[in-house]
């Protein structure tokens, strides 16, 4: 408690950013906070200041629930779900990687949904609140900017993203894609275009050279701690070979490569589809601090792709079996257009097409 009144005005000012400019609420409305024990401080910081703009807040204390590994078995609370069906917004304070609004609700499709920010629900990184100095303008930049790709994007050309280290892989965007989605429910610094490749339309070769789910994914291999050093980041890129979509072989450090087949093909069915292509737009360092610490993935300046086995391709990101690899400092095209290169944006290309000159 002390670091949260030792730091009051910026605890208000990121709270009411995070509230209001974000997730839109207003006055008179009805706020769901979902919390844990490692969470419940910034759900009460951000229960009174939602008070203080208005706002009718209730915080949901799911810790006896949920506490621990058992978040993934935690069967659906009618309570619970009525909350988040009855409020205006709701945020969840609980770790993403740990549980979700599709357990929540008891629809695994309203996992999905989140990410999208559909009916008002966001996952909130809550870690950190009494420390960040937001900065608004930055944060409505790359929210803006991952809505004119995904506009972009939805208008056809072929992507291609290359790495240092040998990535190099292509998807046309017109005919080779079911699906796209502004990943835009990840607050406060999370954001990314993600592209569901067609069966068949995904051809070429993942370097990993960033950090995997795999471990986590098999949950039969220890989990590493995501932080600096532990996030094998010091190994020899993983190969990956994938074409018409499908992974055809593997190669590089043991370890990485029995993780990968033993997940791959112990899955009914084999999760060894190219499942989702997702363009990180986000450039907040705080999102490497923050977020995904429990596999470190999702960096920025990443460019990560999902194999998995989704069935439903033109409807869900997230198949039964979903694995995200990242891969750093990509170069990204667009019919040869640079949208990403050594570090940047090139947000005059993307906003200008966009646009329609």
């Known amino acids: 408690m002390k670091v949260f009144r030792e730091n009051s005005a910026r605890i208000r000012r990121n709270a009411e950013f995070i509230l209001r400019d974000l997730g839109g609420c207003r006055p008179g409305e009805h706020l769901l906070l979902i919390a844990h024990d490692a969470s419940r ?59 979700d ?33 937001l900065r608004p303008e930055e944060i409505i930049h790359f929210r803006e900017r991952t809505s004119r790709l995904h506009d972009l994007l939805r208008r056809g050309g072929l992507l291609r993203v290359r790495t240092a280290r040998g990535t190099d892989f292509s998807c046309d965007m017109a005919s080779g894609t079911d699906g796209m989605y502004p990943v835009l429910g990840i607050l406060p610094f999370y954001a990314e275009v993600a592209v569901i490749p067609k ?29 600096p050093g532990h996030q094998e980041l010091h190994l020899e890129p993983l190969r990956i070979d994938i074409k018409d979509g499908r992974v055809t072989g593997c190669s590089g450090p043991a370890a990485q490569v029995e993780r990968l087949e033993k997940w791959m093909y112990e899955s009914s069915p084999h999760a060894d589809l190219a499942d989702e292509i997702g363009l990180v737009t986000t450039t907040a360092r705080e999102n490497d601090q923050y977020g995904w610490l429990i596999d470190g993935t999702h960096q920025t300046h990443c460019v990560h792709v999902a194999l998995g086995n989704n069935t439903r391709r ?30 940047e944006f090139h947000d005059e290309v993307i906003f200008a097409r966009t646009r329609g000159r």
């Open 41 to 99: 401080e910034n759900a009460l910081a951000l229960a009174d200041v939602a008070r203080e703009l208005g706002l009718h807040p209730l915080v949901a204390d799911i810790d006896s629930y949920g506490r621990g590994q058992r978040y993934l078995a935690m069967p659906s609370l009618r309570p619970l779900r009525a909350a988040i069906l009855a409020s205006d917004a709701a945020f969840m304070l609980t770790d993403q990687m740990l549980t």
């Open 101 to 133: 609004f599709g357990l929540f609700l008891g629809d695994g499709d309203a996992m999905d949904a989140s990410l999208t920010g559909a009916g008002r629900r966001y996952t909130l990184e809550a870690r950190g609140l009494p420390e960040w100095d």
């Open 314 to 343: 033109g409807e869900l990101i997230h198949a039964p079996e979903h694995c995200d690899f990242d891969m750093h400092d990509p170069e990204i095209t667009l019919d040869g257009r640079l949208l990403y290169a050594e570090g």
């Open 199 to 227: 069966l068949g339309c995904f051809n070429g070769v993942l370097m990993v050279d960033g950090a995997s789910q795999c471990a986590w994914a098999q949950r039969g291999f220890p989990i590493r701690p995501a932080v």
